[in-house]
């Protein structure tokens, strides 16, 4: 499989909007892998090691697996049976760059998983756009997005929150991932929770065009 055959895909949205059901739905086609752990971490460690210059130097990429190796992140995907040897990770890395390094993680998941596309799923990083984009130019970016009134009472719900607060805080992420997605012109699709529940084929059919990759009819359920 050619790198020109392949995707790389990151899942945002605001908390409750339904990003977990798109992920597991994703799942469910024969050449999709989206990570089963939000990975906090990617952005997190590009600031903590914003000093390495070269990551293919075995003590710089010992550094950064051995903080990797602690995140939520590595801990689950270990456990989950996931992990990358180490050595294969760092012989693998093309260029100096923290980039390199995880695009060098995601190439080893497309592999160990023989998936065309391989993505990951954090809510969180609809705030983090310039950094991921920085990392993959190429990326393509699906944004879930629910009725901002559902969202609020959904978290009310599940934590307790001030629907208030919450719908105040829906409205400033929207509107700031808009602006960060139109300045760094990323590849986005723009989905709606209600479509997606209201009309699962037809959104789930946009989806795969979107990602270049054929309709597969049980990405519509969740049902074994």
Known sequence: MSETDTTNLFIVGFPRSGTKLLRDLLCRHSEVFVFPVES???????????????????????????????????????????????????????????????????????????????????????????????IFPDARFIHIYRDGRDCALSAKSAWNQNVFLCAQRWRDAIRAFGKAAAKRQVNRLDLSYENLISRPEETMQSICSFLAIEFQPNMTSLSK
């Open 40 to 134: 906090h971490f990617i952005p997190v460690l590009k600031q903590q090691l914003s000093d390495v210059e070269d990551f293919r130097d075995p003590v710089n990429f010992s550094r950064f697996h051995d903080l990797y190796s602690r995140t939520q992140f590595g801990i689950e995907m270990r456990r989950r049976g996931y992990e990358i040897d180490i050595d294969k990770w760092r012989s693998s890395i093309r260029a100096p760059s923290y980039s390199a390094v995880i695009h060098s993680m995601f190439s080893l998941y497309r592999e160990m998983t023989t998936s065309r596309v391989v993505g990951d799923k954090t809510p969180s990083f609809m705030h983090h756009i310039a950094t991921l984009h920085d």
